[in-house]
């Protein structure tokens, strides 16, 4: 399942002249794009601080804190994208994160 193209769909402010999409090649690309994301955001509001650590509660918030995102992911099967929901992306990030700490 981690190997289909997705597409990232968000608004990161309320203005819906923000929304834009990220695509990427697998689920697992997807996921480390949404926490880089986070991380530009906690070095764009922390500019001195050189280490800055965040836990999953921290990542959850930044994302119910988007007025939208959602995620479109390919199913070959049926030839076509599947939607998703936040609660779906927060999910897949914390399963993402735990793989990348074992």
Same mark, same amino acid.
């Given at each position: 399942?981690?190997?289909?193209?997705?597409?990232? @769909?968000?608004?990161?402010?309320?203005?819906?002249?923000?929304?834009?999409?990220?695509? #990427? *090649?697998?689920?697992? =690309? %997807?996921?480390?794009?949404?926490?880089?994301?986070?991380?530009?955001?906690?070095?764009?509001?922390?500019?001195?601080?050189?280490?800055?650590?965040?836990?999953?509660?921290? @990542?959850?918030?930044?994302?119910?804190?988007?007025?939208?995102?959602?995620?479109?992911? #390919? *199913?070959?099967?049926? =030839? %076509?994208?599947?939607?998703?929901?936040?609660?779906?992306?927060?999910?897949?990030?914390?399963?993402?994160?735990?793989?990348?700490?074992?």
């Amino acid at each position: 399942m981690s190997n289909r193209h997705t597409i990232i @769909l968000m608004q990161p402010s309320p203005s819906r002249s923000t929304r834009t999409f990220m695509d #990427y *090649d697998s689920i697992s =690309q %997807a996921m480390d794009g949404i926490c880089g994301l986070y991380e530009r955001k906690l070095k764009e509001l922390n500019p001195a601080t050189r280490n800055i650590t965040y836990d999953i509660t921290d @990542l959850y918030n930044f994302i119910d804190g988007l007025p939208d995102m959602s995620a479109l992911v #390919y *199913d070959h099967s049926i =030839q %076509a994208y599947l939607p998703y929901d936040r609660q779906w992306i927060k999910q897949r990030t914390l399963q993402h994160l735990k793989k990348l700490a074992n």
